[in-house]
């Protein structure tokens, strides 16, 4: 006998009849149990994970299934219920609720007139993935996190204590209420640009940004992710301390703080003496005429607290002639920043272009509305010509609005664009994350890694529910003789060029199953968010960083100073010193000894017991230990082990389960038949009848 029901909920409270309870229990054929499919996981596909649903089946067309349908059979008259939309639903045998999801409506037909709908019910699991996969970034109200980016924060940052513009709310993730510093966003010391000098007594470089660019929290966003979409989880992983050390990179887009920009193009010319001159404004590229005078090639600035910034190479055909550049500007209201008359360098410049080029790369300079500013080149005597056939002559003008906070003229450029699904998957996938449904409440996910969850199950007896008539085995199929485990490569990354091509990538793994009938030749596992990076000493040893360059300068042009690189991960290993002490032009910071260390390992320096965020075993460039505890080997090789293992296949048997059974089990609990252990791969219920069960058997278990 079926004591099932079949409980769902009205998508519209506007239909014409009003469900007293907020409910209707759905007409079943007689004595046909609805056959419920549970899925732990598709252990076939190394990359994606199946939830429970339903075989599709039917209902009959009676008066009580019409009405709650809203009679969407009459193809001639409107319906209020909406196929496209979801239908809650709960599964219950006798008192206990065996299944909770919704309801797609498949398919109506009629026969005789005689009305059957077609149905299939998923588990809520799915609803994750449908309520963030068109989301992105730009989608989160991060606000909370503006703050000024000043040689001061950065520095604060290191410890966990960033100054906030406006105290945090009472649902933050990013800090107690009313807390005015937060720990979720900070600045490592990052190798973002190749200009700058390193030599072994000092590094220095011209501005803040070519070290020190945001990234934040990964658990920030996680937890801002789930909450914007109505979920919350439970996970000893991601809230573990070691997980709380992962952060992910907000390199900026700073277009949308860009009043303007100029560039001279690649080749400019121009003749110089000792009376003062500027470049030759015909080969000037970009810029508005407001802000740039093509006659005197003054600048002037339209806003209160524009950021003037100035760089480039120049290369001069003299040989002993001095060539002084000068920044001249009106400064009324920041006379602090930079004097009147500044002069940016003096050199001789190189006979032939043997030597190196005159760089100019400084600090910035802040003006008032109306103030104006303007480079002037001139010879200490004699006169001196750029050189023609030298394409690395140029010159960049960049000017910024005033405004200095973090958000909106910095994170949501970029990044404001990367899914929030595919962020978040790319954690499982790195982790090899399993996430169950609550069975206390559907929109909270249980999520821990697989190799914490597998184990962590309990022992059922089911000796005397299974028909021992029939035992019938079958290998798994699906296989891959080979199998990559990879980041995605970042293509405009100057350490793709150089550490890749045209070998493999360094830190991947490549497993090989060494089995001869396969299903298919390759299968991978690409963690679609993230690039892996490097890190590296720079200068000399002691002075390690990440180092995310873009490639242009490989090819033979000058570095971006914003270029969208792939998104990276990397732990907080803390504030350590550094070797050399490192400067910027014009900031000021209290300690140049230490800074913030961020690296693919969880400590620095590095342990032989140390967690690294690389698929490989392969060391650090800097250090010396082979990794063991890598993504592959810690998180990973139980699963393709157990997969792959001769001794592994399913067995299909036949068992006769009750609504309790079903409800008591977790899927990873360990089902034992005359002593002999198996694992759980798929179950479909069948109420008062014969379930069918597929089992694994699998080694060691």
């Known amino acids: 006998m079926n004591n099932q029901q079949l409980i769902a909920y009205p998508q519209s409270t506007t239909l014409p009849i009003t469900y007293p309870t907020g409910e209707v229990v759905l007409d079943l054929f007689k004595d046909e149990p609805i056959p419920l499919v549970l899925n732990i996981d598709d252990f076939t596909n190394v990359a994606e994970a199946d939830a429970s649903y339903s075989k599709s089946f039917d209902i009959p067309g009676t008066k009580n299934n019409n009405i709650f349908f809203n009679n969407i059979f009459n193809v001639t008259a409107s319906s209020n219920f909406d196929t496209h939309k979801k239908t809650s639903i709960i599964v219950k045998e006798n008192t206990i609720n065996t299944f909770e999801g919704y309801m797609q409506l498949n398919d109506i037909s009629t026969k005789n007139g005689i009305v059957t709908y077609n149905i299939t019910i998923y588990s809520e699991v799915v609803n994750l993935k449908d309520s963030i996969g068109n989301k992105v970034f730009r989608d989160l109200d991060l606000s909370e996190l503006d703050s000024a980016f000043n040689a001061g924060n950065v520095e604060k940052s290191w410890t966990g204590i960033l100054d906030l513009f406006n105290p945090l709310p009472a649902d933050s993730f990013a800090g107690s209420t009313g807390a005015t510093t937060t720990d979720v966003l900070k600045y490592p010391m990052v190798q973002w640009q190749t200009v700058g000098a390193y030599t072994s007594g000092s590094i220095a470089t011209s501005y803040l940004f070519n070290f020190f660019r945001p990234w934040v929290n990964a658990l920030y966003l996680i937890n801002n992710i789930f909450r914007d979409a109505g979920f919350t989880f439970s996970s000893s992983f991601l809230n573990s301390p070691k997980f709380n050390k992962l952060f992910v990179d907000f390199n900026y887009d700073d277009s949308q703080a860009v009043s303007d920009e100029f560039a001279d193009a690649l080749n400019i010319t121009g003749t110089f003496t000792t009376t003062p001159g500027y470049l030759n404004a015909t080969t000037v590229i970009g810029g508005n005429a407001a802000l740039y005078d093509l006659a005197t090639g003054v600048i002037t600035a339209v806003d209160n607290g524009s950021i003037i910034e100035l760089f480039g190479n120049l290369y001069f055909t003299a040989s002993t002639v001095i060539v002084e550049c000068t920044l001249y500007h009106t400064n009324t209201s920041y006379n602090s920043n930079v004097p009147s008359g500044y002069v940016l360098f003096s050199y001789a410049a190189a006979g032939n272009n043997t030597g190196s080029p005159m760089t100019a790369g400084f600090g910035d300079i802040t003006l008032d509305a109306g103030e104006q500013c303007w480079l002037s080149i001139r010879t200490l005597s004699g006169s001196a010509s750029l050189n023609p056939a030298i394409d690395d002559s140029w010159i960049t003008w960049h000017i910024s609005s005033s405004s200095s906070t973090f958000l909106n003229d910095k994170m949501l450029g970029f990044r404001g664009d990367t899914s929030q699904w595919d962020f978040f998957k790319s954690f499982i996938d790195m982790f090899k994350l399993v996430l169950l449904v609550d069975e206390n409440n559907p929109t909270n ?88 990076t490097l890190v590296d000493d720079v200068g000399v040893p002691g002075t390690t960083m990440p180092i995310i360059n873009d490639v242009s300068a490989v090819n033979g042009g000058y570095p971006l100073r914003y270029w969208e690189n792939n998104m990276r991960v990397l732990y907080d290993n803390g504030v350590h010193s550094i070797t050399t002490n490192w400067s910027i032009t014009n900031e000021t910071f209290s300690n140049t000894n230490d800074r913030l260390v961020f690296s693919a390992v969880d400590v620095y320096p590095i342990t032989s017991t140390s967690n690294s965020l690389r698929f490989n075993t392969i060391a650090e460039p800097y250090d010396n230990n082979v990794l063991l505890n890598n993504l592959y080997n810690t998180y990973w090789a139980q699963y393709i082990d157990e997969l792959y293992n001769k001794d592994t296949r399913i067995i299909k048997v036949e068992a006769f389960l009750t609504a309790d059974d079903i409800t008591k089990l977790n899927f990873n609990d360990t089902i034992l038949i005359q002593s002999t252990r198996y694992r759980i791969y798929k179950i479909e219920y069948r109420a008062g009848a014969m379930s069918k069960l597929e089992l694994i058997t699998i080694r060691n278990l």
Request: glycine share 4%; hydrophobic share 40%; no cysteine.
């Open 445 to 532: 996910l249980i999520i821990e890694p697989y190799s914490d969850w597998v184990g962590a199950g309990n022992d059922l007896d089911w000796t005397n529910k299974i028909d021992r008539d029939e035992f019938l085995y079958t290998p798994i199929d699906g296989l891959a003789r080979k199998i990559d485990f990879n980041f995605t490569e970042d293509a405009n990354a100057w350490e793709t060029i150089n550490l890749n091509h045209p070998n493999t990538w360094l830190w991947n793994y490549k497993f090989n199953s060494g089995i001869e009938i396969i299903d298919k030749e390759d299968d991978e596992v690409v963690i679609s968010v993230f690039s892996d």
